[in-house]
């Protein structure tokens, strides 16, 4: 039991917190964070940047606009939007007794964001952390805090150009990251819809199915049946004729054929979805993406606010090289149409149309650190181009005059935080962080006017002019 400090003299009550102090930090230097989250070191964050700054890229190439939004946001705003995922969502409280939730993902405050300032088009990207409430499971990189990278095109356009665009830009993120073979799930949720109704789920239980329907890459589609009927009081009968259209999946044919099924062809939402992926596969062709989609009748995506096309990537299992875990991470990107979700912030009902994509980076990040972490990759933690050594003693003041100049013209270089440094040490620093070039400055040097500029990997030795040094390493620099 621990004591109240209050009741302590003033001593004794230092010396505990001073303890309690020391406990605590002790267990955050042994690893002891919450659970679902984790801390990158130096090496992971610079495999993270490039995964990024690719992904990013991407984006911009696209015409994507930066954005964000604050880490929480009103509760009763979130809610509703999730409906069974709601759960998930960590609730805050603040002084003033406002109720608070961390975003649970960047689609939601984008809308509310599009309401608020009354835009009604925009095409932008997001990337930022969400929080979710869910059984972390480290070994298929999913984590309770962790980032998402958005992209989203809000607006009145014709039927299926943005669909189809966000469709290639998965398939060009997901192609520059050479993480292996992929296919992209496409399905609508208008179709998922029209499949409930002409197979007799009543209304009422349309979302609750569609949960169920969700876990199909999780579980079998006899663990589902189960849930639908044993959990959600669904008819056998039922479940057993939607069972026999979440089997199918393929390409354009697939459409084809179920624009003939005698019962999806008399429902006015069907068709109204099977019409868009036959545009859609028209303009992926197009856009020669073709061969990575599958129109998959499965898909339903769990979020309530999808309202139209819904897709979702995944890796195509290989079998593991030696010495590699096999690898079972789930989809690396999603996303679909949500068209009636801005209408629900504005105080007026008006709809902006919105369709996007969501990049699972820390799937992403897990499977590229575990090749790494196989192939046995070095990763160079600093951007340090030159190294400022001297051989000699008292020659601090001439390594800060020359660092602070190579500074000034844009070059990224260090030097070591000592009076009197050996030359050796400085040297062995080079090597071990991969510093590609070391000037050398001493007496010798001093008195004729020259740096030597050293190549760590040859060990090669250059005097050089100091008046033309800056221009030399840059030139160096630009070559390597």
């Known amino acids: 039991m621990m004591p109240q400090l209050g009741l ?43 995964i990024l700054d690719m992904v990013i890229s991407c984006f911009k190439r696209h015409g994507g ?47 509310r964001y599009l309401a608020m300032n009354k835009l009604k088009k925009m095409k932008r990207y997001q990337v930022g952390k969400v929080w979710r409430r869910e059984s972390p499971s480290i070994v298929q990189g999913r984590y309770r805090e962790f980032y998402q990278c958005d992209f989203d095109i809000a607006g009145q356009f014709d039927p299926m150009i943005p669909d189809a665009e966000c469709l290639r830009i998965i398939y060009e993120i997901l192609s520059g990251l050479q993480l292996g073979d992929f296919l992209i799930k496409v399905n609508d949720r208008r179709i998922i819809d029209g499949i409930f109704a002409v197979c007799g789920v ?50 354009v044919s697939l459409v084809e054929h179920m624009l003939q099924d005698p019962r999806l062809s008399q429902n006015k939402q069907a068709l109204e979805g099977l019409g868009s992926l036959k545009l859609l596969s028209e303009y992926l062709t197009l856009f020669a993406i073709m061969e990575k989609i ?16 819904i897709y979702e990537a995944v890796l195509l299992q290989t079998p593991a090289q030696a010495g590699e875990d096999p690898l079972n991470v789930g989809s690396v990107a999603a996303g679909g149409r949500y068209d009636e979700l801005v209408a629900i912030f504005d105080p007026n009902g008006h709809r902006v149309p919105c369709v996007g994509l969501s990049i699972g980076i820390e799937r992403i990040f897990h499977i590229v650190e575990q090749r790494m972490k196989t192939s046995g990759k070095k990763v160079r933690t600093t951007e340090t181009q ?34 009197n440094p050996k030359l050796l040490p400085q040297l062995q620093y080079c090597e071990k962080r991969g510093i590609p070039l070391v000037v050398i400055i001493g007496e010798e040097e001093q008195k004729e ?20 040094l800056v221009t030399e390493i840059q030139k160096r620099l630009s070559q390597s």
């Open 8 to 50: 302590l003299p003033r001593r004794a009550c230092a010396a505990l917190l001073s303890q309690l102090l020391r406990r605590a930090a002790c267990n955050h230097a042994v690893g002891y964070h919450s659970q679902g989250t984790r801390d990158l070191s130096p090496k992971q964050m610079v495999v993270r940047e490039k």
């Open 65 to 111: 606009k930066g954005l964000d939004t604050p880490a929480f946001e009103l509760k009763e705003m979130l809610t509703e939007k999730y409906n069974e995922q709601s759960g998930l969502m960590y609730d805050l409280e603040d002084q003033g007794g406002e109720l608070l939730s961390l975003r649970y993902d960047l689609t939601v405050p984008f809308a």
């Open 202 to 251: 009543p209304e009422s239980k349309f979302r609750t199915i569609c949960a169920s329907m969700d876990k199909l890459d999780k579980i079998s589609w006899k663990d589902v049946r189960h849930e639908m009927v044993a959990e959600k009081g669904l008819a056998p009968e039922v479940a057993d004729r939607i069972g026999d259209y979440v089997q199918h999946h393929g390409g």
């Open 294 to 309: 599958s129109f998959d009748l499965s898909l339903v995506r769990g979020l309530d606010y999808y309202t139209g096309v």
């Open 386 to 419: 030159v190294f400022v050594a001297t051989p000699q003693r008292n020659f601090l003041r001439e390594r800060l005059k020359l660092i602070a100049e190579l500074w000034d013209a844009g070059i990224k270089a260090e030097m070591l935080y000592k009076n």
């Open 449 to 468: 006017g020259v740096i030597k500029l050293r190549s760590v990997a040859t060990r090669e030795e250059e005097a050089i002019k100091r008046e033309h």
